[in-house]
């Protein structure tokens, strides 16, 4: 019929959704995959589409930002190195003098403007009706958690029971890796490591690589962040390996340990990069790739460790970097950065359900600075012990972490063919003791 609006503009969703369902009974309704095949960072939208105080808010920040922009507008300082702002840094909450007259109508009238244009109303739902009384009924149902895939690929749902009883049995019951504290004693080791690390950052103030603005953020956020010093353990599930596996993660962005390895992360990151394997993300590596003409006589070759993070000794690993950095560092930038290492590395604590572990071997995944530690231990110990061994045959050699590419020399003569050896696609076991 003429005039008639298309279905579609009132039901259009998104395509290639992906939702995984691992529940032993597959209790989760099958219609569920069209809400949370959106993935884990899908928002639905309100019933109202803002508030009031969200505006009022708004308005104060940048009235605010305004009130900066003016009173600082005649400042000529500028940086000698045009560095940016530091990231490690508490935020301010000054506010300078009211500017002159005229400024202020001007910023008054502009913010009536605006406020005539934000007034709470009924948000338009981007969920049918039925996919809302769906997710109501998933976030209701105790037996039932929805888990992050590994590898980004999408939601993961999975028993509440058969979940803990992954963590416990993979992980946390393994008590070489993993030590139950109670609650008492973990406050008591929280509150002495409180007083650990604000000694540290008095002890350490004459590093040049620890700012006056490191300070102040490392102590407010220990101050802020005692109340509840723990990170937290979660799992996210391998759904891409067969037999179905879980990676353990810690969150510890409220921990105690969590802004001073904010600091050695910041610190360490440098260095990682500048190792010669090192490249930066995905793009790069295409692109030095892309780069390669291979001859005859070459393989590719990719691997990844097992286990890689946990299987990584933390004497043996401050020793290694500290040894390394001290080529390069004078001995107070050193002396810092090997007692931060020491203090994140043995306190990293997390709560999972009503247990508190400690983690004593490894480089806890999720700790802040625990990607760059991998990456610079593995880099230390790849130049000392395995390129000196197999370097002649490596054409090209690149990792990240745990994962691998090369171009592999069979032959001294590249016009020599390759001949088809045995290879299976399963990875590489490293391990590193």
Request: net charge neutral.
């Amino acid at each position: 019929m003429l005039g008639e609006t298309p279905t579609g503009v009132y039901f259009a969703h998104f395509t290639n959704k992906q939702f995984h369902d691992f529940t032993t009974k597959k209790i989760i309704p099958a219609a569920a995959s069209t809400v949370l095949g959106f993935g884990m960072k899908f928002i639905p939208v309100p019933k109202k589409s803002i508030r009031q105080d969200d505006v009022d808010e708004c308005i104060r920040r940048f009235e605010r930002d305004f009130f900066l922009k003016v009173f600082f507008a005649d400042d000529d300082y500028t940086s000698d190195d045009d560095e940016p702002l530091e990231k490690l840094r508490v935020t301010s909450k000054w506010t300078p003098q009211q500017p002159p007259l005229s400024v202020s109508n001007r910023l008054g009238k502009f913010e009536q403007a605006i406020s005539a244009h934000f007034k709470p109303k009924r948000g338009r739902s981007n969920l049918t009706k039925f996919q809302a009384r769906i997710l109501q009924e998933i976030r209701g149902n105790e037996n039932i958690i929805i888990a992050h895939a590994d590898k980004n690929l999408g939601p993961v749902g999975v028993d509440t029971e058969m979940y803990i009883r992954w963590a416990l049995d993979e992980h946390l019951l393994d008590t070489s890796t993993y030590v139950q504290e109670t609650e008492e004693e973990a406050r008591v080791a929280a509150h002495d490591l409180f007083r650990e690390i604000y000694q540290w950052t008095r002890t350490h103030q004459v590093c040049d690589s620890l700012k006056e603005d490191h300070l102040k953020y490392i102590r407010h956020w220990i101050n802020k962040n005692l109340a509840d010093p723990f990170g937290y353990f979660y799992l996210t599930i391998k759904i891409h390996k067969g037999p179905l596996s879980t990676r353990p993660v810690c969150s510890d962005c409220t921990s105690l340990v969590h802004p001073l390895g904010k600091w050695l992360d910041q610190v360490l990151q440098p260095v990682t990069a500048s190792q010669p394997f090192y490249f930066k993300d995905s793009f790069t590596l295409k692109e030095e790739i892309s780069k390669l003409t291979l001859p005859a006589n070459s393989s590719i070759i990719t691997f990844d460790a097992v286990a890689m993070y946990t299987n990584i000794d933390i004497d043996d690993c401050i020793i290694r970097i500290m040894g390394f950095l001290s080529t390069i560092w004078d001995k107070y930038e050193c002396k810092a950065v090997e007692e931060a290492m020491n203090i994140v590395m043995r306190n990293n604590r997390m709560r999972f359900g009503d247990l508190i572990v400690r983690q004593i071997r490894g480089v806890a995944m999720g700790m802040s600075p625990a990607p760059t530690i991998a990456n610079l231990f593995v880099a230390i110990y790849e130049n000392e012990h395995i390129i000196p061994l197999v370097g002649k045959y490596l054409m090209f050699y690149r990792r990240f972490i745990d994962d691998g590419f090369a171009v592999w020399l069979h032959d001294c003569d590249p016009n020599t063919p390759t001949q088809k050896i045995g290879m299976t696609s399963r990875p590489s076991a490293m391990r590193w003791a």
